[in-house]
């Protein structure tokens, strides 16, 4: 895992100093509201509902021990006990205190975190795939080009006051677990025709009100010209980039009223322009250096099969259950990447308590090599777990609640804070979110289900990312009630789509019900066990799964 | 209002002119960048940019500019940070180049790296103002248009590369 050395501590200190500077002209009465706020929200301070929220950055979903002790530590500190993971990877804290905020964002900076750049134009924490390091299908870690550009995007003076917010995600494997072309860019590390790696390069992917798909403006580049055509691109896009109407402002607009051609072609004349001293210059030896931090850990050797593994699980149908659901293949024999499902039944998707982070950070140090990441879809997974610990890992999860074995199935759904908490909602997300899981709380029949993705969205921004949900829900208002819009057929991975919207908007009361219809509707309809949702959908189109949303019981 | 150049404030003779206004001197007008290109080449040295403004445009007459003014309606509008840019860096100017307009604190550190040297702050404490955004930060990534030396250039001359290993 990186580690900040005494550049990347100095620049996190000073943006601290900074914000505490701030925070107190806000508090004296120097600073109005107004002028506060273009601060507050570029240290990731957004005023919500009640209270303040501070969203903090996990940069591509890393974490160590000491990180996820920091966070419990804020959380039973500063705020009610306990944090919530979102789908960037990141996590927010919903009752800190304004005055408290600069000594959360110093304590933050004690383990080499900080909240800078988790809001406001300018580009966002850089996201990528939770089995980065892990998987046995990635051509290389990417975590490395991640943290590169998190160095190079961090108080970019140019790129600072963007149109709109800015995202970027970058994969690895050819099965794209970071929503790479649902990004305003998406770099998926790939190889060229003579074997060298560098990256394809996708732009005007997004959610929001105007989905999009990404398109491919460059089937390869080179790593050492990488920075350079991002550069490129944020140039072309914060100079021609709409900033008339906050709706139209994110590069998808650009790229699509432009055309992904004209689009390209504008990059490349703005790359090509490009002097020698204005390329930026990344040397070999600190790209080696950053990469040296992501080596694999020490795996010992270990057989592929774990006889203790077996026995336990035999004895017991609840680790059974888990291991079978929540484990994802690794690429060492003897080890496996665990899920740490943030679903339970009725709680809040992506909530987790002080003492739950502090059970898995004791994990993660005891069996896991000291590697946590936060998954997208708003879990946690531990990538590195020797298989022989899994029963005891499985012990302490359970005692801590966290246990539940429904990871990338239908009640590991994706969901926003909504109504809860988010003055721009128009619905709830998290009480129908759990409305919805009630349907699958028979684990067998959610087994048998098999992988489905329900996301929910309290309003059309997105949050919940709801488009790409194999089963999307968006909250929407009508006439003062919550109404919820049903969409199907979104997908985030390497075949990427938006969601096709099925017809009226239902009530929140008959959500769980409708969606309990299509899915009985699918399971008569699927070839076979092994024909998920998503592809049955594909195979026969919206009607037979419109007709049973709207059937009456 | 405070004009601020090399951390002290300054005063300057020129003014803007609007493109109906006549200038006694147009040494001493600052003018807009249709009125500059319209007039050719060898008519005005001082022009304010806009941020719908194409800074390239400037291109056939950097050499004879000296003051270059670029105009921030509204700190959302970051435009003219790129224009800044690529004043500095891909046509080489060389001469003031000036923030007006909503000039606010908190941006001054990010224009100063896009090549900006001089700030016309609407506030008797611009002077203040300006010092302590411009000490804020000691460290930076990027490589940008001013003369900072970046962390990535810092690191590789701190360290030699055969001792990079040790340091983790
Ligand atoms: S999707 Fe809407 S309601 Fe949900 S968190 Fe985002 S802005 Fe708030």
């Known amino acids: 895992m990186y580690r900040y050395d005494e550049f990347d501590e100095a620049l996190v200190r000073e943006r601290a100093a900074q914000f505490r500077g701030q925070v107190a002209r806000r508090l004296s009465g120097a600073l109005k509201e107004d002028a506060f706020k273009p601060l507050r929200l570029m240290n990731g301070v957004y005023l919500q509902l009640h209270a303040y929220m501070l969203r903090v950055a996990i940069p591509y979903g890393q974490l160590d021990p000491a990180k996820l002790r920091q966070l419990a530590m804020i959380a039973d500190r500063y705020d009610k006990g306990y944090g919530h993971f979102t789908t960037r990877q990141n996590i927010q804290y919903n009752w800190i205190r304004l005055a408290d905020m600069p000594d959360v964002l110093d304590a933050l900076a004690d383990v080499e975190m900080h909240a800078i750049q988790t809001s406001g134009n300018c580009i966002r924490n850089v996201t990528s795939d939770h089995l980065a390091g892990a998987a046995a299908d990635e051509i290389e870690d990417p975590r490395p080009w991640c943290e590169i550009i998190r160095q190079w995007s961090t108080l970019h003076p140019e790129f600072s006051f963007l149109p709109r917010k800015f995202k970027i995600a970058v994969t690895a494997a050819e099965t794209d677990r970071a929503a790479v072309r649902v990004h305003d860019i998406g770099l998926h590390i790939r190889r060229n025709g003579d074997g060298e790696i560098g990256f394809e390069v996708i732009v005007g992917g997004g959610q929001g009100r105007t989905p999009h798909v990404g398109v491919t403006i460059r089937d390869w580049i080179a790593k050492a010209e990488l920075l350079s055509y991002l550069e490129a691109i944020m140039r072309v896009y914060n100079r021609f980039g709409r900033r008339d109407n906050k709706y139209k402002a994110r590069i998808k607009i650009l790229v699509n009223e432009l055309g992904p051609e004209a689009f390209a072609e504008a990059v490349d004349t703005e790359y090509a322009a490009q002097g020698v001293h204005e390329a930026v210059l990344l040397p070999q030896g600190e790209i080696d250096r950053i990469t040296e931090y992501f080596a694999s850990p020490d795996l010992p050797e270990r057989p592929a099969r774990s006889v203790t593994f077996e026995a336990a699980r035999a004895a017991d149908p609840a680790l059974d259950r888990w291991a079978r659901v929540n484990l994802?293949?690794?690429?060492?024999?003897?080890?496996?990447?665990?899920?740490?499902?943030?679903?339970?039944?009725?709680?809040?998707?992506?909530?987790?308590?002080?003492?739950?982070?502090?059970?898995?950070?004791?994990?993660?140090?005891?069996?896991?090599?000291?590697?946590?990441?936060?998954?997208?879809?708003?879990?946690?997974?531990?990538?590195?777990?020797?298989?022989?610990?899994?029963?005891?890992?499985?012990?302490?999860?359970?005692?801590?609640?966290?246990?539940?074995?429904?990871?990338?199935?239908?009640?590991?759904?994706?969901?926003?804070?909504?109504?809860?908490?988010?003055?721009?909602?128009?619905?709830?997300?998290?009480?129908?979110?759990?409305?919805?899981?009630?349907?699958?709380?028979?684990?067998?029949?959610?087994?048998?289900?098999?992988?489905?993705?329900?996301?929910?969205?309290?309003?059309?921004?997105?949050?919940?990312?709801?488009?790409?949900?194999?089963?999307?829900?968006?909250?929407?208002?009508?006439?003062?009630?919550?109404?919820?819009?049903?969409?199907?057929?979104?997908?985030?991975?390497?075949?990427?789509?938006?969601?096709?919207?099925?017809?009226?908007?239902?009530?929140?009361?008959?959500?769980?019900?409708?969606l309990r219809r299509v899915i009985a509707a699918y399971l008569d309809l699927r070839k076979g066990p092994g024909e998920k949702f998503i592809d049955a959908y594909t195979r026969l189109g919206p009607a037979p799964f419109k007709e049973a949303l709207y059937a009456v019981d | 209002m405070p004009l601020i150049k090399g951390g002290a404030p300054v005063s300057c003779s020129r003014r803007f002119f609007a493109d109906e206004e006549t200038p006694p001197d147009p040494n001493d007008a600052i003018v807009s960048l249709g009125r500059l290109v319209a007039a050719g080449g060898d008519v005005f040295r001082s022009v304010r940019l806009m941020p719908a403004d194409d800074p390239l445009a400037l291109a056939p007459h950097i050499r004879r500019l000296d003051l270059i003014e670029i105009a921030f309606p509204g700190f959302r509008d970051g435009r003219g940070f790129s224009a800044a840019q690529l004043l500095r860096r891909r046509l080489g100017y060389t001469g003031e180049l000036r923030a007006v307009g909503q000039v606010l604190r908190d941006q001054v550190f990010f224009m100063a790296r896009s090549g900006f040297d001089a700030f016309l702050i609407d506030d008797p404490h611009a002077e203040e103002i300006v010092a302590a955004a411009l000490s804020e930060f000691t460290v930076a990534y990027q490589s940008a248009a001013d003369d900072t030396r970046t962390i990535w250039e810092r690191r590789w001359n701190a360290r030699p590369a055969h001792t990079r290993r040790d340091d983790r």
């Open chain 1, 328 to 514: 994802r293949r690794h690429r060492t024999p003897g080890y496996t990447s665990a899920y740490i499902s943030l679903k339970s039944q009725g709680e809040a998707p992506g909530d987790m308590t002080g003492d739950q982070m502090r059970v898995a950070a004791d994990i993660a140090e005891q069996f896991g090599f000291g590697d946590i990441r936060v998954a997208h879809e708003q879990d946690l997974v531990l990538p590195h777990l020797a298989i022989d610990d899994l029963p005891e890992v499985h012990r302490r999860l359970r005692d801590a609640g966290l246990a539940a074995s429904n990871a990338g199935l239908a009640s590991d759904l994706i969901a926003c804070p909504g109504l809860d908490y988010c003055n721009l909602s128009n619905a709830r997300s998290i009480s129908v979110g759990n409305a919805i899981q009630a349907v699958f709380e028979d684990p067998e029949f959610e087994e048998r289900v098999g992988p489905l993705h329900i996301n929910i969205s309290g309003c059309i921004n997105a949050c919940g990312h709801h488009h790409v949900g194999h089963i999307g829900v968006l909250g929407v208002d009508k006439k003062g009630e919550e109404y919820y819009q049903i969409t199907f057929g979104g997908r985030a991975d390497e075949k990427a789509a938006i969601g096709d919207i099925i017809g009226p908007a239902l009530k929140g009361d008959d959500v769980a019900p409708a």
